[in-house]
């Protein structure tokens, strides 16, 4: 399906991936991994068709039509809404109404593409779609916009599919009706190739290339990849002082809800909510997609209005008795899929700079955690710029110091929004899949820089994660949603 030899990519002037020699071979499926920055994504929109070779030949079977799936969807722009902040998911306004159904936005892409009805119920009955048709668009979860977009893909006339991380955010059930309908498309003569962890590589990838520095430097089968896997040796502990910016201000709850319940456009998205978390307590958050902890925790930060209509206070102090949202948001460090994707799109620099989000620097997405803010537009004070320096060599990220924050991998940026959310070291980190988009190195050292924290600070921590292999030991309770209901607190 394709052939490439000697190939380079250029971008902005410098060479990305070099040396490539690759072939794609109808109805196998290639996994494709490696480092943050090592070069993954350009490589997959390479294979796609959507960029081109610098140097090279790049030879294409006349038959392979590729359909590329990126990490972020584009639901927003296809909504017409004026977002103005991440959280505004959370509330209903006149202007949330002309946001379309799932079931509807759904129509308008079918009628456009070249499949039959059989097809369609297909796809929607293996990703379970028929469950979110009643849905608002912007109201889904991270893994089920996920699901959306991965349906949406599988319904164009392509003989090969493009995915780059397409199992972040999703579920282990949902992953598990993911990994079969690769296999489906294996058997129907497609030619896949997955952009992703490690872990998620299973028994039907056919080839596993391993990326560096924007070279192969690997290729193997998946028998040899998996007896090296059982063999990776765990990342030592960070031997890091945690820099110290807030007093040790005590609590008598850091979040208390009473009886809580939130409804948005008649449906219930939590119900009976009777919650208490204690200063120093490490809570684990789980649920399938769709539980509504998203919701849950956005009465916590200050995000969602129906707070102040139901029994929920966070710091000791119930919501709506003088506190501002800032107040809050100011003992809080958070990182969410959302903010990040809403960091990518209306991030601003300095005012006086007037410049756009590509001349955001990586030092100033870390600054702006000391402000809450959404890229960089408050003076910056010499305290806070060295704290940001010290967190990033600590971490071994000294190298993205004068980097901009767009030019640097997605896995890159999530890290730097982690640093974002501790670097005024907050009493309440709320963490919601914060090793989303990050490589099995780089999440095992935040896991272990957590436990570090967690060690040295009194801090409390909610923490939100799919995967047995990304929750930290420093958890002590753990809480279980299901429909919004809490089905295990302990």
Request: hydrophobic share 35%; glycine share 6%.
């Amino acid at each position: 399906m394709i052939k490439i030899e000697n190939g380079s990519v250029k971008k902005d002037l410098k060479i990305i991936l070099s040396e490539l020699n690759f072939e794609l071979h109808k109805g196998n499926v290639v996994a494709i991994k490696g480092t943050a920055g090592s070069g993954k994504t350009t490589f997959a929109q390479l294979l796609a068709g959507e960029i081109s070779l610098y140097e090279g030949v790049f030879e294409k079977n006349e038959t392979f039509f590729p359909y590329f799936v990126s990490q972020q969807d584009n639901f927003f722009l296809q909504t017409s809404m004026n977002l103005t902040y991440h959280s505004q998911r959370y509330e209903y306004t006149e202007e949330s109404e002309k946001i379309p159904k799932v079931k509807e936005w759904l129509d308008n892409q079918i009628v456009k593409l070249p499949v039959d009805k059989k097809r369609v119920e297909q796809i929607f009955s293996e990703l379970k779609i028929d469950e979110l048709f009643g849905r608002n668009l912007l109201q889904l979860s991270n893994g089920e916009r996920k699901r959306t977009q991965i349906a949406i893909a599988l319904l164009h006339n392509a003989t090969g599919y493009i995915f780059d991380q397409p199992f972040l955010g999703l579920d282990k059930d949902t992953r598990e009706l993911l990994h079969k309908t690769i296999i489906r498309l294996k058997s129907e003569g497609n030619a896949v190739v997955l952009v992703c962890g490690e872990r998620e590589i299973r028994e039907y990838v056919d080839t596993i290339v391993s990326l560096d520095k924007g070279k192969i430097v690997k290729k193997e089968t998946f028998e040899t990849f998996s007896s090296s896997l059982k063999n990776v040796i765990p990342t030592k502990r960070l031997n890091f002082v945690i820099p110290k910016t807030n007093s040790n201000v005590q609590f008598d709850y850091i979040v208390r809800m009473k009886d809580v319940v939130v409804k948005m456009n008649d449906e219930i998205l939590l119900n009976n909510i009777n919650w208490e978390v204690k200063q120093g307590e490490r809570w684990l958050l789980q649920g399938h997609n769709g539980s509504g902890k998203s919701t849950l925790l956005s009465l916590i930060t200050g995000d969602n209005p129906q707070a102040y209509s139901n029994d929920v206070g966070v710091f000791g102090q119930r919501r709506g008795t003088g506190e501002s949202v800032w107040d809050i948001k100011s003992k809080i460090g958070y990182v969410s899929p959302e903010l990040h994707l809403y960091f990518l799109k209306r991030g601003k620099t300095s005012s006086s700079r007037k410049a756009s989000l590509t001349d955001v620097k990586c030092i100033d997405v870390i600054i702006s955690g000391f402000n809450d803010e959404i890229g960089f537009s408050s003076s910056v004070s010499n305290v806070q710029y060295k704290c940001a320096e010290e967190w990033l060599k600590g971490l071994g990220l000294q190298h993205l110091l004068t980097k901009n924050f767009s030019e640097v991998s997605l896995g890159a940026q999530r890290m730097l929004l982690l640093v974002r959310a501790l670097v005024k070291n907050p009493p309440l980190l709320i963490l919601d899949e914060p090793c989303q988009g990050i490589d099995y190195e780089q999440t095992q050292q935040f896991i272990l820089l957590l436990d570090e924290i967690c060690t040295q600070t009194n801090t409390t921590l909610i923490y939100v994660s799919h995967s047995s292999e990304e929750i930290p030991s420093c958890i002590t309770n753990r809480i279980e949603l299901n429909l919004g209901s809490i089905t295990y607190k302990k």
